[in-house]
């Protein structure tokens, strides 16, 4: 069955560290792939977008995210870590599945931020 | 200012009610969704309209409806049947009709509380 897994729940990391967020996916043919941002109790905000071309892609806020065809996998760097950061972090994958085109959501990673 | 907007941004209910989630977008997007957010869950997908006056069922519908009357609305109603109705709703939009590469954009969500 199509999925996506995001393995870590929760992750802290000092302000100005280096971040990156995993980010699995099981579908069979080539799909398109999200990074979506969330602040408490507010939507979600796109962070950036893979459809195809450059496997490295660049988003907003210093994020950027590459995709591995090989590992099934978009994971989400940023070099630099800033305290408004904090927030959780979807990764969705578009797919046709169950009869219609869709995105999946993975279950999000929490991001907190030291000072 | 372009987006979505959902109202009210709380909501109590009480076991027994039907109870009605505003979701307005003025993108002139042709396609708009429904989900619910759990805690600890991702984003799962209620209702989808690719069009006005069409929707269809997404992977969590029992319990809820849907109307599309006009391109810029489409309320969620939660009704009695919904066996676990408290949640964060989000509503989002996409600017052709449901494709899986379509970014969808979000509005700010309502959080339903049955009390």
């Known amino acids: 069955a199509q999925s996506v897994t995001q393995p870590d729940i929760h992750i802290t990391v000092s302000e100005g560290a280096s971040l990156e967020l995993r980010c699995n996916y099981s579908?069979?043919?080539?799909?398109?792939l999200f990074w979506y941002v969330q602040s408490p109790g507010q939507g979600l905000q796109l962070l950036l977008k893979?459809?195809?071309?450059?496997?490295l892609v660049q988003g907003i806020k210093g994020f950027e995210a590459e995709f591995k065809r090989s590992q099934s996998s978009f994971n989400l760097r940023k070099p630099s870590v800033h305290w408004s950061d904090a927030a959780e972090y979807f990764c969705?994958?578009?797919?046709?599945?169950?009869?219609?085109?869709?995105?999946?959501f993975g279950a999000g990673t929490r991001l907190a931020v030291h000072p | 200012d372009g987006g979505i907007t959902q109202s009210p941004k709380y909501l109590f209910r009480k076991e027994g009610q039907n109870v009605t989630l505003s979701c307005e977008q003025n993108?002139?997007?042709?396609?708009m969704y429904w989900y619910r957010q759990d805690p600890g869950q991702g984003l799962r997908l209620i209702y989808y309209?690719?069009?006005?006056?069409?929707?269809q069922k997404g992977d969590i519908a029992e319990g809820y409806s849907v109307s599309r009357e006009k391109k810029e609305s489409f309320p969620l109603t939660v009704t009695s049947a919904q066996k676990n109705p408290t949640a964060f709703y989000l509503c989002?939009?996409?600017?052709?009709?449901?494709?899986?590469?379509?970014?969808?954009?979000f509005g700010p969500g309502t959080r339903l509380t049955v009390l």
């Open positions: 579908y069979g043919a080539t799909p398109y």
């Open positions: 993108l002139n997007h042709d396609a």
């Open positions: 309209s690719q069009i006005v006056n069409d929707f």
């Open positions: 893979y459809f195809s071309g450059d496997t």
């Open positions: 989002a939009s996409s600017i052709s009709s449901g494709g899986a590469s379509d970014t969808q954009y």
């Open positions: 969705a994958v578009g797919m046709f599945s169950g009869g219609y085109n869709k995105l999946i």
